[in-house]
């Protein structure tokens, strides 16, 4: 089964502070794709950063970062000098890359920027 | 930038019912999708739609449910004899090919059964 399992449910970081949100996932799979997106309240799930899995390189975007283990099965998000604007529910997602086309969400965590 | 859009935002309506929700996915793009999100539970995959025919489901989309593109632009998806537990944050999304190419979501439609 393709299962993807985000352990905080909620967190909290100190404006300007740097924050980490856990993901670890499950396929057989080796070929696959994978997501950060941000929802924030009330409003729709947008694109954070993305990460090839046969890329080791860690993906980055401005003050957003990943760190993937691909033998942990593990893709950590990264938020460095945290802003009130972060604050949303995060949901890590993958996708395979030959089989199928749907995504796999996790459940989620609730990030609180405290100013 | 161009966005998916869902309407309406809020749907109540009563069990055994039909609703159908409705979602115009970004114009240059191929694949469409529903999730949904039953409260504090994980996004679920429900169906995928590409060249006007059903591509993935899941076992969540039985019968019950079914997904149309009647135009050029709409997507939409029919729940015929609603449940108590279809109440959930309904998700339409939409993406051009390719694994590596995200998703692009719309605001979702807050279906409530009663």
């Known amino acids: 089964a393709q299962t993807v399992t985000q352990s905080q449910p909620e967190m909290s970081v100190q404006e300007a502070e740097t924050v980490t949100l856990s993901c670890t996932y499950d396929?057989?799979?080796?070929?696959?794709?994978l997501f950060w997106y941000k929802q924030p309240p009330s409003r729709q799930m947008i694109l954070v950063i993305r990460?090839?899995?046969?890329?080791?390189q860690n993906a980055t975007e401005n003050r957003f970062s990943v760190n993937f283990q691909k033998a942990a099965k593990s893709f950590s998000l990264k938020i460095s000098d945290s802003q009130l604007g972060d604050a949303a529910m995060y949901f890590c997602?993958?996708?395979?890359?030959?089989?199928?086309?749907?995504?796999?969400f996790g459940t989620g965590t609730s990030l609180t920027v405290i100013p | 930038e161009p966005e998916v859009t869902q309407t309406p935002s809020h749907q109540v309506t009563q069990m055994g019912q039909e609703v159908i929700l409705r979602c115009v996915p970004i114009?240059?793009?191929?694949?469409f999708y529903w999730y949904r999100q039953i409260l504090g539970q994980k996004v679920e995959f429900l169906v995928s739609?590409?060249?006007?025919?059903?591509?993935?489901k899941s076992e969540i989309f039985d019968d019950q449910f079914s997904v149309e593109r009647p135009d050029g632009s709409n997507f939409t998806l029919k729940i015929r004899s609603t449940k108590l537990e279809d109440s959930a944050m309904y998700f339409c999304?939409?993406?051009?090919?390719?694994?590596?190419?995200?998703?692009?979501f719309g605001n979702g439609t807050r279906l409530t059964v009663t």
């Open positions: 999304a939409s993406s051009v090919p390719g694994g590596y190419s995200p998703l692009h």
């Open positions: 396929t057989s799979e080796s070929d696959y794709y």
């Open positions: 990460q090839e899995a046969y890329k080791q």
């Open positions: 997602a993958y996708r395979l890359a030959n089989t199928g086309n749907q995504f796999y």
């Open positions: 114009s240059n793009h191929l694949y």
């Open positions: 739609f590409y060249n006007n025919e059903i591509s993935e």
